[in-house]
């Protein structure tokens, strides 16, 4: 069997786009700092979203059923930080302008690109629930360097346009 530890040691070798996943609704305004975000198909536009069940913010997305994807660019390592950390969401939002499409969830104004997303399924798997999201809107901005995650720190990818 394969211990946590070391499936946590290789998996930090996997390069993943950071993003942070924001909902709205009844339930209120959330988000959070994600790397486990990937698409399903394009017949019907999805993406899978992974969460800790334990988050506090876990159940907010439960009940909206509605999540936007947010793709960081490089200059918002910050904002990935504060996803992460314990701030109140209040503060947490106030580190950005926020805008709104089809679900009402928060949308990064100048996000590489936002994903606008029903939740139609929830699968709970070990400590973490996967959201199959139907993409229902989305919004890119024109950005040409994203940030990602690789062996516990942040990189920059992309080419900066000259000129």
Known sequence: MVAASDFRDAMAMLSSAVNVVTTAGEAGRHGFTASAVCSVTDTPPT???????ASRSYQYFVENRVLAVNVLAEHHEPLSNSFASKMSSEER?????WT????????LTNA???FDCQIEQIQEIGTHGIFM???VALR????DQG???????Y?????PKIG
């Open 47 to 53: 993406l899978l979203v992974c969460m800790n069940t």
């Open 93 to 97: 939002f106030g580190q950005a302008e």
């Open 100 to 107: 709104t499409l089809a679900t009402g969830s928060p949308i």
């Open 112 to 114: 590489l690109v936002s």
């Open 133 to 135: 999201c139907r993409i």
């Open 140 to 143: 890119q901005n024109d950005h």
């Open 147 to 153: 940030l990602v995650y690789f062996n516990r720190a």
């Open 155 to 159: 990189h920059r990818v992309g080419t």
